[in-house]
């Protein structure tokens, strides 16, 4: 029996260990990116890893793995942004730049752990491929929203998509390991 959530606190604690080093690196210099800056930076990634499973020549030397990490990254950092505003300077210190990550990450988990429960881990019968397709449409959506205001009529809010992008991309990861 596999142990999702401790999968899940393995990759998440690669993750953050390295939003902590660049944090230390660069401070927190995200803190002026704008939400539609966010969601391109992650855009990026996911259709970059989308060219790594369709192109067999790589120019590059990095895999999947490393632009997931940085999905997730920039998925939380769009979190902290929905819930602290968007500043015009790096205005976070490093302690509180890594206490709002961990906050969002403990709320994503939770959300993780309700929604595995319900649909009873079917992710791990999906393939890498599907999951960065998932990823792409909510990255469409989060476009759709963002150009139309948030105003929305039946739909979750950035939030939940930004949640869900982190949930799909720490399950590819999963699958990733599990598959070496």
């Known amino acids: ?38 969601t391109d930076q992650i855009f990026i990634k996911a259709q970059r890893i989308r060219s790594l499973q369709e192109n067999e020549t790589r120019k590059i ?24 505003g968007v500043g015009k300077f790096p205005d976070f210190t490093y302690d509180e730049a890594i ?3 961990d906050e969002e990450v403990a709320a994503v988990k939770t959300l993780m752990e309700n929604k595995n429960h319900d649909y009873g881990e079917v992710w791990r019968d999906m393939r890498i491929s599907s999951i960065t397709d998932l990823i792409l449409m909510k990255i469409f959506r989060l476009k759709s929203m963002e150009d139309n205001n948030d105003i929305l009529e039946v739909s979750e809010g950035r939030d939940a998509n930004y ?17 070496n």
Request: charged share 25%; with cysteine; net charge negative.
């Open 99 to 101: 206490k709002y990550y």
């Open 1 to 38: 029996m596999k142990n999702t959530s401790q999968q899940y606190d393995t990759i998440i604690s690669i993750c953050s260990n390295l939003f902590a080093k660049k944090t230390k690196d660069y401070g927190t210099a995200w803190r002026i990116l704008r939400l539609p800056s966010l």
């Open 163 to 179: 949640q869900d992008i982190i949930n799909y991309a720490v399950f590819a990861l999963i699958l990733l390991e599990e598959a």
């Open 61 to 84: 030397d990095e895999d999947e793995t490393s632009e997931f990490i940085g999905i997730i990254n920039y998925c939380i950092m769009a979190l902290i942004q929905l819930k602290k």
